[in-house]
């Protein structure tokens, strides 16, 4: 059907698309309403996107959007990131003026690493497996500035603050926290005050790692009690068979190892 039709149906909702449509793979339609319930832009190559695609990509787009109504902080860093410690997530602002905007829901486990980059140049790192570099972390902005002062440039000028986190999703790998985007003088108020800020992010990110690595390591000795104690069963399973113990013995045992 040509586009200045008057009758096309949308393949994704399957109502009438409209004369405000936008033409998809295999020469199918899709409304404007879905095209912004998918969370597609100008820029989106539509035209080689399915109907299928189109359709999961709504779900996806309405799952996020629910989750991050649902989301409620315990904290709060300036107006640049907030972490749920109870249900162990984090989002990052993206939108005008630091609001939540678009942005994502993330899991604490999500986290790969991270780094303080002040134009450009890497002033302070740290994520799972690894201690942060490039400074302390705490003791007041002095102590970040201090730490990497070999790192950074000495110019009276700062361009660019930001926090780079990788995350583990390959769609979009990578997420930042921007605190500095124009020419500030490192002098200035904002410019202390912005790097106050970059300190509790990056403390806060280093405290979510250090949460999961000791989740991990707690489950990985659980699950070596649990295999060791199913060894020990097995034994005196053995035992039990070979008429060395009693059925009530076992049964002791097996409690005893089990913790019941």
Not at 155 to 172: A, E, H, R
Request: with cysteine; aromatic share 8%.
């Amino acid at each position: 059907m040509g586009f200045f039709s008057l009758k096309a149906t949308c393949a994704v909702c399957g109502k009438d698309a409209g004369l405000n449509r936008y033409q998809i793979a295999n020469k199918e339609w899709i409304c404007s309403d879905c095209f912004k319930r998918s969370g597609y832009t100008l820029t989106t190559p539509i035209r080689k996107i399915t109907a299928e695609e189109a359709k999961k990509a709504i779900s996806t787009t309405e799952e996020k959007k629910a989750e991050l109504e649902a989301f409620i902080p315990t904290k709060k860093i300036s107006n640049l990131m907030e972490i749920n410690e109870e249900t162990k997530q984090w989002l990052v602002h993206t939108g005008i003026l630091g609001g939540r905007g678009n942005t994502t829901v993330y899991k604490y486990e999500d986290i790969i690493d991270f780094e303080l980059l002040e134009d450009g140049t890497s002033v302070s790192k740290g994520g799972i497996g690894r201690a942060v570099a490039g400074g302390l972390l705490f003791g007041g902005v002095g102590a970040i500035v201090g730490g990497a002062t070999g790192k950074r440039n000495t110019k009276g000028i700062c361009n660019s603050l930001k926090i780079k986190i990788t995350v583990n999703n390959m769609s979009n790998p990578t997420v930042y926290i921007n605190m500095i985007t124009t020419p500030t003088k490192k002098d200035s108020f904002t410019y202390k005050t912005f790097y106050n800020a970059a300190q509790e992010c990056l403390s806060a990110l280093q405290l979510i790692c250090s949460n999961v690595e000791a989740e991990h390591a707690t489950s990985a000795a659980q699950q070596a009690n649990s295999n060791s104690a199913a060894d020990e069963i097995l034994k005196f399973k053995g035992l039990l068979d070979s008429g060395i113990i009693t059925e009530e013995q076992f049964e002791d045992k097996k409690k005893q190892l089990l913790g019941l």
